[in-house]
């Protein structure tokens, strides 16, 4: 019977056919592994938040059940022969048949006293845990397979790597630019559940034409190539660590600054998984000197980028951005490329590489919050990306250490004067111009490393010690940075490259301080804030704290309640000595720490007479707390005739138009003001805010003041937790 079947695949499967499904299995398995990352992410925000940190968090559990897979590929492909192999894999793609399809547990809430990075990576392993070990072996295990079958190239199957990360590739793309625009999550995961049953097809098929390739004994016996020593392995691990972390570094700061949402995640993921197509071959698509300068060029960028403590991201820097992680990434990959073993050793290989990769996870979600105040952890990278510019061309001699040298004083001296702004320059620019040496240092010495790597050390430590204004504070959560400062005889509150705050240094004094930015009493929150119904309201719960302005607001007799997720940001607001708005006004006023939509639907009993909503951080959309489903909790939680009332400023989307479809689906009434302060009166800035209301009675103090206007819906589906068109609403 098996001469029999053996014959058979041998009719079906020869010559090119082979390479075809092993390929077409790899893609396969890649797309669901990475399809599968967004899709989960997405389902476990509203459980524990929109934070940014929440991916880089959910990042390394998948870096580190990768770990596990490729281990259970090393030791399954050198222990097992080959029908072994596949029985065990084919039995523990059976089990994970029982986790579909995806979703949270029933019960599962975030608890404000256990850190969240651990509730994070304790949801992701109870939920896709088991599915994404089964997909994670695949690509080691399917290249060892393919190497026994004596098809094409099967004594080097590296190529196969290319075909796997491409579908990863196009995963990752398919996801928030097809998948999520088109069909919910229910429906996604569905079709995700689907595409898994059918991998356990090709997964048998793949392991019973490595069986008929005669490799029935474990790899052990085999003829193998010595193992790798420590030199090499230790390279492998830094070639990975760095574009791991790197990439780990431009998506927070992309999240923080637009949004934590899917197309913002896998961007950076796709182009990470970009360069391993496009090195992990024997036709590279870029030369060594084109790769030399595309590291060269990544560096210059990232060091002009992190001269200044708070930078407001555009979207051309944000492709600037992206171009140089990738610039970088390519000259590493290439590295790691070159630096293969044999086959003998190719689980072994990757193994190291997904090990590196988990360790650039780990240094910027667990030890880099712990130990540093401020996101210096790119910085860190960057100045390690150098070392690949080092290792990258000929060898040294002490006459090109001399020249260097001599260059690096006459040339790059005066200009690092300059920067230092010993020649009256504008010190913030200065910073900047140091960056630029690296770039003039390339034209003029064509290539010569010491001036170079001399300009991007500047760059790097002087952008680090700059500061705009007296930094009084400087902390960092897993939610992001903070900083205090005092410029112009104001303290300001920094929440990523978004000012959260702020408060006349005069008025630290006073024991009623005054709202001020978006919070001024001539803005939209001031106005509502000020109104007869306001003053008149006796209950009034507040989402978001920050520094505590509207808290000036109170009435006697009010009761006031804070909603905030990060407890850092509780600290810094009730600390009089930074500012004293909370204090002051509302100093019995309770703060309930956690994510306010998972808070307020435990509160069962609750009930407002206002709702202030103004949770986020940096310009990120809180996408959680702007569906159906939360406004829909938010008006559950009013009083009859209760007032719903949401800052929606943002530099980047126009959050207006989901507020009006949402509004217009649950039956509540809409009103909206643009505020651009026209008459710029003393600090305040402008905003953008929506009221709502079940009652059109408690919006007529608002409908005789033409400031506000009456929002129309465009008549498009609301967003939902399961759907949610971010693209749709792009400025």
């Known amino acids: 019977m098996d001469q029999i079947r053996n014959k058979s695949l041998d009719g079906i499967l020869s010559g090119r056919a082979i390479p075809v499904l092993f390929t077409l299995t790899i893609f396969l398995s890649a797309s669901l592994l990475f399809f599968v990352q967004p899709l989960f ?12 940190a929440v991916w880089t968090t959910a990042m390394l559990f998948f870096q580190t059940v990768l770990i596990a897979g490729y281990a259970y590929a090393h030791f399954s492909t ?3 022969p080959v029908v072994g192999q596949m029985g065990l894999h084919i039995a523990l793609w059976a089990v994970a048949l029982f986790f579909l399809p995806l979703s949270i547990r029933t019960g599962v809430s975030f608890d404000a006293d256990t850190p969240v990075a651990l509730q994070t990576l304790l949801l992701f392993a109870a939920g896709v845990g088991v599915p994404f070990a089964v997909l994670s072996a695949n690509a080691p295990l399917i290249q060892s397979w393919y190497s026994k079958t004596g098809g094409p190239s099967a004594h080097d199957p590296y190529f196969l790597y290319g075909a796997s990360n491409l579908g990863s590739l196009g995963a990752l793309l398919a996801f928030p ?5 088109l069909l919910g999550v229910s429906q996604i995961g569905v079709v995700w559940a689907v595409g898994f049953v059918l991998l356990g097809g090709f997964l048998f098929s793949s392991g019973m034409v490595a069986r008929r390739g005669g490799a029935n004994q474990p790899a052990e016996r085999e003829q193998r190539a010595a193992r790798p020593g420590l030199r090499t392995t230790a390279y492998w691990l830094f070639l990975a660590f760095i574009p791991s972390s790197l990439m780990l570094s431009v998506t927070a700061k992309i999240s923080r600054d637009i949004g934590s949402f899917p197309l913002i995640w896998v961007v950076p993921l796709a182009i990470y998984l970009l360069t391993f197509v496009l090195t992990f071959t024997n036709r590279p698509l870029f030369g060594k000197d084109a790769l030399r300068w595309m590291l060269v060029g990544g560096m210059a960028f990232f060091c002009y980028f992190l001269t200044t403590t708070v930078n407001t991201l555009t979207w051309v820097s944000v492709g600037l951005l992206v171009a140089s992680f990738f610039g970088i990434t390519m000259v590493a990959h290439s590295a790691l490329y070159a630096a293969r073993p044999d086959k003998s050793q190719l689980t072994y290989f990757y193994m190291m590489m997904s090990i590196g990769g988990a360790l650039g996870g780990l240094f910027n979600s667990i030890i880099a919050p712990t130990i540093f105040d401020d996101l210096y952890e790119t910085r860190i990278i960057v100045f390690l990306a150098l070392a690949l510019f080092l290792v990258g061309g000929r060898k040294w001699s002490v006459r090109d250490i001399a020249i260097d040298g001599i260059f690096a004083v006459v040339v790059v001296t005066p200009f690092v004067a300059v920067a230092l702004g010993l020649w009256g320059a504008d010190i913030s620019f200065a910073y900047r111009i140091s960056a630029g040496l690296i770039a003039f240092a390339i034209l003029v010495t064509h290539m010569i490393r010491l001036p170079v790597i001399g300009a991007a050390i ?6 680090a010690t700059y500061n705009h204004g007296d930094v009084i504070f400087k902390d960092r959560s897993f939610f992001g940075t903070h900083q205090v400062i005092e410029v112009d005889g104001m303290r300001l509150y920094v929440n990523g490259s978004t000012l959260h705050g702020a408060q006349s240094i005069e008025d630290l004094e006073k024991s009623r301080p005054r709202p001020m930015n978006y919070y001024h009493a001539a803005a939209p929150m001031g106005q509502v804030m000020m109104s007869d119904f306001a003053q008149n309201a006796k209950d009034i719960g507040i989402v978001g704290l920050g520094v505590g302005s509207l808290a000036c607001f109170a009435q006697p007799g009010q009761n006031w309640q804070f909603y905030e997720i990060d407890a850092l940001v509780d600290e810094v607001a009730r600390d009089s000595s930074l500012f004293t708005f909370v204090n002051n006004c509302t100093p019995d006023a309770p703060t309930h720490l956690g994510d306010a939509r998972i808070v307020l639907e435990q509160q069962k009993d609750v009930r407002y007479d206002i709702i202030v909503i103004d949770a986020f951080s940096s310009d990120a959309i809180p996408v959680h707390l702007s569906t159906n489903e939360a406004i829909a909790l938010f008006r559950d939680r009013l009083k009859p005739g209760g007032l719903l009332l949401l800052h929606i400023s943002n530099r980047y989307y126009n959050m207006s138009v989901p507020m009006a479809r949402v509004a217009d689906e649950i ?28 009652d059109p009675q408690s919006l007529a103090e608002f409908d005789a003041d033409d400031r506000w206007r009456v929002l129309e819906s465009d008549g498009e589906p609301a967003w939902t937790d399961e759907y949610a068109n971010i693209l749709s609403v792009m400025r």
Do not use: C, T
Request: net charge positive.
């Open 41 to 52: 992410a997405k389902i476990a925000l509203p459980q524990i938040g929109g934070a940014p």
């Open 667 to 694: 039956g509540m009434h809409i009103r909206f003001q643009e505020f651009a302060n026209a008459d710029n009166l003393p600090g305040a800035a402008s905003s953008r805010v929506v009221l709502m209301s079940v």
């Open 458 to 463: 500047v760059a790097l430590v002087l952008g």
């Open 177 to 181: 630019l097809v998948a999520e625009p």
């Open 78 to 80: 050198r222990y097992l």
